[in-house]
């Protein structure tokens, strides 16, 4: 079935299609996890029995996602020694240690806590179960920060040497390695966009219920909660978007040119091209809607700055242009109409009729999933940038793999498929279930003490005669 397909182009599907689902869940539990504690934190600070409902119910959906996340990343990190063996004996005593420092802080910081916070609400006081909540949003990030950092220092090494059997080993100081040129601005990008992503899953979730019922008041604290992260976040998430685009033109030019679709060098201003056909076979781009000198002023701030285009880069080193110009673009795309979204709830706002208006409603139900498809067209750029390299400029893909045969990958990646869409189809499912109830009115305030030590149960009273009370 798979007979005379490359089986380094059925390896990259495998891991593209998997990293795909698992990247959905980190993006949503990361912004989840703050989420929750802000709202634990609003419940304590002014008791307000709303806010522990709020926290209730987006606590079992964050426990779903959690789970997922959890179970899509371990089977990724199989695909290393199977599909990618070469990739992972050159790069293991860099990389290996990263994941090894995420498992041993993140991993053991969200394990250790997660149960508190998910089972703890009346085993602990509030405080200590306000601690363990705060505590998993924290290891959210540090899984986020060393994830973050091995990724980028696949884009732009530093820090390294390489030894007699052609490994990348550490050389110096490990801080070079962790913080590479483009990590700082990776990371921040990609925690604002969980951030985003998960605000509009609950302004979403917030939105459908108001089209019910206006006056829900879960569902009106849930929309106005989501609409100011959206209005406030998605501004900076442009200026920090533009930053990480500077960095990369910065690093790695070839992406930055694939991405404007630049295939020729424009030595007195290049224009921004908004659409247009990629054509790979004539190196142009047919039917183009352009707008003069935009894209040197945005790269360079300088409307005459000279860019240089594909034509200055050898073919074998060239990224897909197709891919990354639309994966680009559908990024973007979503970025601007989050940032729309975000005003238009401000002017509702100012209007008093943020909770009125059906239009902004059905915007946010159908913004929903934006976030979701945004972070996936963003790896795609990303990652399909640094093509046709795994460490860039010094490890080629086609160098990386495994020995395989293209039956072997194929028939992996067929399981991978009807497995994930079945498993990871029902937990999708359940979530949405979740979310179409609603916030239910919970139980009233825990105390401040713990019921009991763990453990230990109370024996019934005695006489001093020996019998019961």
Not at 134 to 151: D, E, H, Q, R
Not at 296 to 304: A, E, P, Q, V
Not at 436 to 454: Q, S
Request: proline fraction near 6%.
């Amino acid at each position: 079935m798979f007979d005379g397909i490359d089986p380094i182009i059925l390896a990259r599907a495998q891991f593209a299609f998997t990293v795909s689902f698992h990247f959905i869940f980190p993006a949503f539990s990361i912004g989840l996890a703050s989420y929750l504690a802000v709202l634990e934190g609003l419940w304590l600070r002014t008791g307000k029995q709303l806010y522990l409902d709020i926290f209730r119910f987006w606590l079992k959906i964050f426990a779903v996602a959690f789970a997922m996340g959890v179970v899509s990343g371990i089977v990724m990190s199989y695909q290393f020694g199977t599909n990618w063996a070469v990739f992972s004996d050159k790069t293991g005593p860099i990389l290996g240690p990263l994941m090894a420092y995420e498992v041993l802080t993140a991993f053991f910081l969200e394990a250790g806590f997660l149960g508190v916070m998910l089972f703890g609400m009346k085993k602990v006081g509030k405080r200590l179960h306000f601690t363990a909540t705060c505590m998993v949003a924290v290891g959210t990030a540090i899984s986020a920060f060393w994830i973050l950092s091995a990724n980028s220092w696949m884009h732009t090494p530093q820090g390294y040497a390489i030894n007699a059997q052609g490994q990348f080993v550490m050389a110096g100081s490990w801080s070079k390695v962790i913080f590479n040129p483009s990590f700082p601005y990776r990371f921040v990008h990609t925690v604002i966009a969980a951030y985003l992503t998960t605000s509009l899953v609950v302004g979403a979730t917030g939105a459908w219920h108001l089209l019910k019922n206006p006056s829900e008041p879960h569902a009106r604290k849930i929309f106005s909660m989501a609409m100011w992260m959206a209005a406030i976040v998605a501004p900076i998430q442009i200026l920090a978007g533009d930053a990480h685009g500077l960095n990369t033109l910065e690093h790695q030019p070839a992406k930055v040119m694939a991405m404007e679709g630049h295939y020729d060098s424009h030595p007195n201003g290049a224009p921004l091209i908004l659409f247009g056909i990629p054509n790979a076979e004539k190196k142009r781009m047919d039917y183009a809607i352009e707008i003069p000198k935009a894209s040197s002023l945005i790269l360079k701030h300088d409307l005459n700055a000279p860019l240089k285009g594909l034509d200055s880069v050898p073919q074998d080193k060239q990224p897909p242009v197709a891919i990354l110009f639309w994966s680009f673009r559908v990024m973007v795309g979503l970025g601007f109409a989050i940032f729309g979204l975000g005003l238009w709830s401000l002017v509702a706002r100012w209007r008093g009729k943020l909770y009125d208006w059906k239009w902004l409603h059905r915007a946010g139900v159908l913004m929903g999933p934006a976030g979701f498809v945004a972070v996936i067209a963003g790896w795609i750029t990303t990652e399909t940038g640094r093509q046709p390299y795994t460490v860039y400029g010094l490890l080629r893909t086609a160098d990386s793999a495994s020995p395989l045969a293209a039956p072997a990958v194929g028939a992996s990646l067929v399981a991978f498929v009807l497995v994930y869409f079945a498993v990871f189809g029902v937990g999708t499912w359940y979530i949405l279930r979740l979310i179409g109830k609603g916030v239910e009115t919970g139980e009233t305030e825990i105390d401040d003490a713990p019921i009991r030590t763990a453990g230990v149960t109370p024996s019934p009273a005695h006489h001093p005669e020996g019998q019961p009370a």
